[in-house]
């Protein structure tokens, strides 16, 4: 299917933002751990239910980002759903390598609100599993 | 703190796009479900921390949305989690009446992808606990 093709209905009930996209949270289908949120516009989202692999849109590129085309970090889609305003995409997924964020963590969400010396700061709290110059070589 | 103060450090350290909002998404402390995401703006972030209970940024009637203070469901926030990019929130919260969705759902996230007659659809797969009107009376 190429830009200019219609979309299947069930593209076309998600609401799309006027950039043409979606937030989609990628959530660890068997521990329930939330690994990610990124962006995903109609193609990407096609894509993913026709590969079974997360498919996102990255923002900074501009264009399609095989979730793991770099890292070998796939991630394979067990299950699609989508919020009740049609604008949240939840992937539950199966995370290839155990690992779903660039710093070589399990997930984008390592570092938590503490308090600290009478202060709130964010504290990282997840290990690096892997480093990332072995990851992106 | 109103609204010329300066914010403490781990406020500034959080990505507000454009708009000064962040995407913030509630998962339910005990049994790791993706409830809902919304948005934040600073005010929003720093009230859910001092209150210890989730204030939302209401995009369409454009003010603070304290969760809850219509349905009664409100989100006794446990932790408070930020991503690799500092642009994403992920709070884990304690579901008052155990009803997140203003459809009286448990989540937002009811509808799931699903191959039926040979086509994909979205398919309302987790039940209304409670009739709406009877929550917003």
Known sequence: MNDQA???????????????????????AHSGKILMMA?????????TCQSGHAVYYSRSRQSLWHKGESSGHTQIVEEIW??????????????????????????????????SDGKMQWQSIDPVLKDPKEIYK
Chains 1, 2 share one sequence.
């Open 82 to 115: 989508l919020d009740c305003d049609a604008d949240v995409i939840v992937l539950k997924v199966k995370q290839l390598g155990g690992i779903a964020c660039h710093t070589g963590r399990q997930s984008c969400f390592f570092r938590r609100l503490t308090e």
């Open 6 to 28: 219609p979309y299947p209905d069930w593209i076309s009930e998600v609401r799309f933002d006027d950039q043409g996209l979606v937030a989609a949270i990628a959530q660890d």
């Open 39 to 47: 962006w995903m516009n109609r193609q990407a989202l096609l894509q």
